[in-house]
Each structure stands twice: as structure tokens, then as C-alpha cells.
């Protein structure tokens, strides 16, 4: 909501800025406002595709569907913030879909007719999504139900059966434009015979290998130089390895809000005051709603399940059958005793089967259900012909929840886990009324119902504010430049924090949630500080911006000392391969060889090119074994840690890596390369997404 109101605030500005541009447009060039108007605007895109802007507006419209299509198919109109971005995630495809993916499909010659698509949706072998969404009481697809779906769109006035009669449309449109892509992509992959035959003789071909090395030295050698014109023409000629996303370089402090002596002192008196009354008391709940930050719950807990609390607790309530055990704390300072209530064998797991009622005046109905059910009346039958529920249908027959657990629960119904098995009874949840009944459970084992008092020491108002003051004295140091905030480090003794931040960064080290201070980072100037920035009403950041880097491609003074390296490395290996060459000359043993430098003669009685890379195995050395000529001194070979000198004793042909080998591992290509269809096709439109800007 507070990015929503920013937005708004910001929108607001905006249209101030338009009216002022409005009436300076009389005296000002057209071209000259239209490009301020663009300039302005592009802050507030949510991406560009194929070279189609996306307005923030236009994709929440987007998000707005999806949001009715998870509500219909979860049954809630709640989501957490993994939901949330799912559904952004699914918004932002069913763009590129839209604008890139199915344009391209089109122009390379795919074509998915009507007469198609019909059959995806009614034919024998229907669309997946569609077979999963309208199925039977045997889970079989039933085009009937999709026809009965069709009819009642007209009547429904929210109109999200209409959204997801749409999105289904889409979706199959779609999902056969990828695999109609996808077949023509693969079938491109044709191991032809001379590919399978180089395949086999390169993975079945193993080398006995004697061979010398001279490992690069460590310290650099000043005699070995790179200047500045070959760093610039590779720069020039390898612009592409040096494609970035807009960052920034920013350093950080943080002054984290922790209780102090007096406050741990506080919790831990609170606990003990009210400790004597916990051992005692009649009516534990309503105990813990008034006295305690954790409330009671009915969880039935086995020994381990409480170590990821407290571990004294744990071995507490392992240990015992029944009382209350001594106040315990932890590295937190979170203070904890605990009360067992109740202790039964108890399953993990229940299969629960039942027949939902709705509406008003189901008592009756429900009790001769029940009775019908408690004399072995068929479930599935009564459940077809009652139950609002014609979903729940595992192993193939309705009224079948399937199994469940006290994690994996459907709201109100946590007394299935303790419900005897082949005894009915009546629930009645938010959902409606339920004949419930558990058919089947795993082993008991034995559980225990535990009421856990706790305190947690917390922040008082003056701890809160004394933190607040040491960030706001180093602010006023800082005073919005870096240099004043390098004063501020400096002055105060703090420790500054480096960190490369992206726009789609929330994380500083530990610390979650942290998206406020990257929005000001990317809205602030190289050289500023911040003010004070809360997160999470535990943290006090002040950042500095020490370099900012645009999108595109680094310029070449940021990565001169990469490219430095790398020719270094290059221009190392080629003066070691002449130097070793001069000290070998005429001599003809590997034992000579090793003594001239200084090393010894190691062997490798399997070198293979399927192995290199592995320990001992440098891909140079590897490749060097397969062509080598027999029992010849070969090199030196310039390899990734050293130089090489060999001599092959022997190569053998195995039959390990078969046709089905090579086969596979095609395939496996194929698989790959087809997951890269859409990123590349990306990569070449020049995709921008710039969603982490908002959420």
C-alpha cells in the first residue's frame, strides 16, 4: 500500500508538471515537450516488449485478472506475498506471450487454426488445462461440464466466469503456439551419423597419459605488460561480455534496534509475575490471550517438533507426560515456559472423506445423512447426489478429501486428526455443513497438546529512541554527501557496509524487506547521503551512493582491469610455453624434461575428453592426449594452470558410452536449447522489465 501511495503522490505531481508544460506549450517547440512528456513518463513503465511500452496502469489490469483467476481457482481472495508475485509473475508472461513469444511463432510459419482449437477444448485429445479444469466424478474430462460452463457465463453478473473462460482460451492459444515452437526447434536436432560416430569415439576413448607440468607462477611478472590500446580493442570487440543492468556501488550503515539490560530485565519479570498462575489455571486460552505472545493453539506435538522454538522446551515437553516446565530463554531473549494440557497416541495423518452442505436448515439433512452413513450407506453415491463439493474425489471417488495433516488442514476441521476411524460425525466450518468421515489413519504415535507462555523482551519507547538518536547524529554528520557520511564513519567509529544494489534488490546482508532503501538509492545522485531510512521498525539505514552504473553495455574504464587480466593470463601462458620450450630442447625423456624444470612425471592411466576439467584433468591436457601422437614427446601445451609436456603410452576404445548414451544426452541438448528459445528471443527484443521499481 505504500508503494501504491507513492505512486499516487507521484501520478499527482505529474499532472501538476502537465498543466504547467500545458500552458508553457504556446512558447516552447512541440518536439521539445513532447520528448520532456517522455522523459517523464517512461519512470512510471512497468517494462517495454518488442518495442511495446507497458504503462504501470495497463499491466495492473493484467494483474487484476489474474488476482479473479486465483481467487476462482483457490477459493480465496486472500494471498500471501508468494501468491502475490506469482500472480505478477503469470501477468507480466501473458504479456510476453502477447507481444513477443506468439509474433515470433507467427512469423516463423506456425499457424493454430480454429478447427484446432475447438478440438483442443471438446476433441478426444484435449488441452491439458482444460482436461484438469472439467473433469467427472471418475476424474475423467467430461466435455459436457465445459458446455454447462459455457451456458452459465451469460448469467453471471461479476463476470469472472467470463475472465476465466477467457484465460483459458489464451492459455491453450498459447500453449500450443510453444509446443507447435518447441517440436519445430527440436526436430532441428538431428543426430546425424557422423555426429553419433565422433560422439562415441570422443566418450568411449581413454588415454594413458605421462606428463610434466610448470605451474604459472603466482606473483605477477612485471615483465609481461599490457597497454592500453589491446585492453581498448578488446574492449571494442567483446562488447557484448560486458552487457549490465543499471546498479549502483553503496555503502551502509545500520543501527539496529535491540532491547537493552533494562528491557530483558522487564520481560523477564513480566514472565516470572504471572508464572505461578500459568501452573494453575483452569482456562489456559483465555490465560494466554491476556498474558502471553503466543496464543494457544490445538497442535498435537511429537518429540522434536518444538527444537525450532526452544530446545529446553523441546526436551521439556519430550520428556514429560504431564506439569509445567522451569522459564527458559534463549539467545533472543525470548522467554519460555511450557504447560502440557494433554497426552494421547496420536496419527500424522487421517483420510478423511465428506459431504458438504450449504445454505440454511441443513441440520436435518445432515442428521440423516449421518445416519444413513453410520449404517454403511455408499459415500461416493450419497456425496454425488448431496454434496456441494464435486471436487474432492481422490483416488477416483467423490467425497474423498484424501489425507491430511495438522499442517496440510482444511480450516475447521482439526478434530479429523483426533475422529476414530469408521465413526461419522457432523462439522460445521466457514465453508458450510460437513458429514465428516475418517476412513483411514497412519501408526499413532504419541503427541502432546501444549500451552506455551511467552515473553519476548522488547524494545522499550526510551531503548527505541536512544538508537534513533545515533542514527540521526550520524546523519547530521553525513549531511547528504558521501564524503560527509565517510566523516560520519570515521567520527563515530561505525562499521560501513559495501554492497552492489540492483532495482530489484530487498536484501541488505540479514536484513529482509529492505525495498525502501533501494528506491531511494535508484532515485538519488552519485555522491548523495540518505536521511535516516526505518525498515522493518527495527533498523535505521543511512546509505551513500559512492558510483552508479546505466544499463547497457560497462564503460570501459570499469572493467579495463578485468580485460587487463584476462590478456595478462594470455600473454603469461604464451611467454611460459616459449620459456619451457627453450629449456626442454633436445632433450628426449619425460624424466630429463621433469628434472630441467624442476618437477616430476605424474601419470594418468584414463585420461578421457568426458573427464576434463576434473581434478588433474585440464581440458588442454585432455585434448592434447586424444591427438597426440603415440609414445612421442608432446608439447608444451599452454593450459589453464600450467604448461605440459606428455607422452601417450596408450589409447583404448571402450563400448561404455552406447548409442542410447549419445541419444540421450541430444535430447538432453535439445531440452536445453528449447528453455532458451524464450530468454534469447528476449535477449534479441530487447526486453525491459522493470517491475522491481514498484513491488
Request: charged share 20%; aromatic share 10%; glycine share 6%.
Amino acid at each position: 500500500m505504500a508503494v501504491l501511495e507513492k505512486i499516487r503522490v507521484k501520478f499527482g505531481l505529474a499532472v501538476s508538471i502537465i498543466i504547467a508544460l500545458a500552458l508553457l506549450s504556446f512558447i516552447i517547440d512541440p518536439s521539445t515537450l513532447e520528448t520532456a512528456l517522455n522523459s517523464m513518463s517512461s519512470k512510471y513503465d512497468v517494462g517495454k516488449i518488442a518495442g511495446k511500452t507497458i504503462s504501470y496502469n495497463d499491466y495492473m489490469e493484467d494483474v487484476d485478472k489474474y488476482t479473479t483467476i486465483n481467487e476462482l481457482l483457490s477459493g480465496s481472495s486472500v494471498q500471501n506475498e508468494q501468491q502475490q508475485t506469482q500472480i505478477r509473475d503469470a501477468a507480466w508472461q501473458s504479456l510476453i506471450d502477447k507481444f513477443l513469444f506468439v509474433k515470433n511463432a507467427k512469423a516463423a510459419g506456425i499457424t493454430v487454426g480454429d478447427k484446432e482449437v475447438v478440438d483442443l477444448f471438446t476433441g478426444s485429445n484435449p488441452s491439458p488445462v482444460v482436461a484438469s479444469s472439467f473433469t467427472n466424478n471418475q476424474g475423467e474430462f467430461d466435455p459436457q461440464l465445459l458446455l454447462d460452463f459455457k451456458d452459465n457465463i451469460e448469467s453471471d453478473e461479476t463476470g469472472k466466469l467470463q475472465t476465466y473462460w477467457n484465460y483459458l482460451q489464451n492459455t491453450v492459444l498459447n500453449q500450443q503456439y510453444y509446443a507447435k515452437y518447441g517440436a519445430l526447434f527440436n526436430a532441428s536436432r538431428f543426430l546425424n551419423p557422423l555426429e553419433k560416430e565422433k560422439t562415441l569415439a570422443e566418450n568411449n576413448t581413454t588415454a594413458n597419459v605421462d606428463y610434466v607440468y610448470a605451474v604459472y607462477p603466482y606473483t605477477k611478472d612485471s615483465t609481461i605488460v599490457v597497454d592500453a590500446s589491446a585492453i581498448k580493442n578488446y574492449y571494442t570487440s567483446h562488447k557484448d561480455m560486458f552487457k549490465q543492468k543499471a546498479n549502483r556501488d553503496i555503502e551502509y550503515v545500520v543501527f539496529e534496534v535491540v532491547p537493552s539490560a533494562e528491557d530483558i530485565a522487564a520481560a523477564s519479570k513480566s514472565i516470572n509475575s504471572v508464572y505461578d498462575e500459568f501452573t494453575t489455571t483452569d482456562n489456559v486460552k483465555n490465560f494466554l490471550l491476556k498474558n502471553s505472545d503466543r496464543q494457544m493453539n490445538n497442535y498435537w506435538y511429537k518429540a522434536g517438533d518444538l527444537k525450532s522454538l526452544n530446545k529446553d522446551v523441546d526436551e521439556f515437553v519430550s520428556g514429560s507426560n504431564s506439569g509445567t516446565s522451569p522459564i527458559y530463554t534463549d539467545a533472543k531473549n525470548n522467554f519460555y515456559a511450557a504447560r502440557i494440557v494433554d497426552s494421547q497416541m496420536i496419527s500424522d495423518s487421517v483420510y478423511v472423506k465428506h459431504i458438504l452442505l450449504q445454505g440454511s436448515n441443513n441440520k436435518d439433512l445432515a442428521d440423516s445423512l449421518l445416519g444413513v452413513v453410520k449404517k454403511g450407506g455408499n459415500f461416493a453415491e450419497l456425496a454425488a447426489e448431496y454434496s456441494a463439493d464435486q471436487g474432492s474425489a481422490a483416488d477416483g471417488e467423490l467425497g474423498n478429501i484424501g489425507w491430511l495433516t495438522q499442517t496440510y488442514m482444511i480450516p475447521g476441521f482439526d478434530s479429523a486428526i483426533t475422529a476414530k476411524v469408521g465413526e461419522p460425525f457432523i462439522l460445521n466450518t466457514q465453508f458450510g455443513t460437513h458429514v465428516v468421515l475418517v476412513s483411514k489413519k497412519t501408526n499413532p504415535v504419541l503427541k502432546k497438546q501444549v500451552a506455551i507462555l511467552e515473553k519476548a523482551a522488547v524494545a522499550s519507547k526510551e531503548t527505541y529512541n536512544n538508537y534513533y538518536s545515533q542514527a540521526n547524529k550520524f546523519a547530521s554528520i553525513a549531511s547528504h554527501s558521501y564524503d560527509g557520511y565517510k566523516r560520519a564513519v570515521d567520527s563515530l567509529g561505525v562499521y560501513s557496509h559495501p554492497q552492489n544494489v540492483l532495482e530489484s534488490t530487498s536484501s541488505y546482508g540479514a536484513i529482509d524487506n529492505a525495498k525502501e532503501l533501494t528506491r531511494w538509492v535508484f532515485d538519488s545522485k552519485k555522491g548523495k547521503a540518505s536521511d535516516i531510512i526505518t525498515v522493518n521498525n527495527s533498523y535505521f539505514f543511512i546509505a551513500a551512493i559512492k558510483d552508479i552504473h546505466k544499463e547497457g553495455v560497462a564503460p570501459l574504464e570499469e572493467v579495463s582491469n578485468m580485460i587487463e587480466q584476462k590478456l595478462y593470463a594470455d600473454k603469461l601462458a604464451d611467454v611460459k610455453k616459449a620459456e619451457v620450450a627453450e629449456k626442454i630442447k633436445g632433450l628426449g625423456t619425460l624424466e630429463e624434461i621433469a628434472e630441467a624444470l624442476g618437477s616430476s612425471v605424474t601419470n594418468n592411466p584414463s585420461m578421457s575428453i568426458a573427464a576434463s576439467g576434473q581434478r588433474g584433468n585440464d581440458p588442454a591436457l585432455a585434448g592434447a592426449a586424444m591427438v597426440a601422437p603415440l609414445n612421442q614427446i608432446a608439447g608444451p601445451i599452454a593450459g589453464a594452470i600450467g604448461t605440459y609436456v606428455l607422452k601417450v603410452n596408450s589409447r583404448d576404445a571402450g563400448a561404455f558410452y552406447t548409442e542410447d548414451d549419445a541419444q540421450m544426452l541430444n535430447s538432453q541438448k535439445s531440452q536445453y536449447s528449447s528453455q532458451m528459445i524464450l530468454p534469447v528471443m528476449m535477449q534479441i527484443a530487447d526486453v525491459k522489465d522493470n517491475r522491481a521499481r514498484f513491488f
